[in-house]
């Protein structure tokens, strides 16, 4: 079993910037993929950036260039550090790890971040 703890959400003005974090505890052995997803009131969840166990990373294409994931496998945690925010409806930002054994995602209950204009 894992537990996600999310961290970092808040209100910033546009073009500021913000740093989430992921703390992952339980039984961390194995986490392949873990990933930053967000969902805004009224939306579907969608993906932010994701990045391997290898560190291999993914971004979706309205985050590409200001936003930067990255993890410390030994510590089970990870990262979004988020530049040049654009005003957006608020969203709450979730952290997903995929376990090599385990049938379902792990989810941590979000952090909210709202950017202002």
């Known amino acids: 079993q894992v537990e996600l703890v999310e961290s970092g959400g808040g209100l910033v003005q546009a073009g500021g910037s913000l740093r989430l974090s992921c703390v992952a505890s339980g039984t961390i052995d194995n986490i392949n993929t873990m990933g930053w997803y967000r969902q805004a009131p009224g939306k579907q969840r969608e993906l932010v950036a994701d990045i391997t166990s290898a560190r291999n990373t993914n971004y979706a294409d309205s985050v590409k260039g200001r936003f930067t994931i990255s993890r410390d496998n030994a510590k089970g945690t990870m990262y979004l550090q988020m530049n040049n925010l654009k005003p957006e409806a608020p969203a709450v930002y979730f952290c997903?790890?995929?376990?090599?054994?385990?049938?379902?995602?792990?989810w941590g209950q979000g952090t909210q971040v709202t950017v202002s204009s």
């Open positions: 997903r790890a995929d376990q090599a054994w385990a049938p379902y995602a792990y």
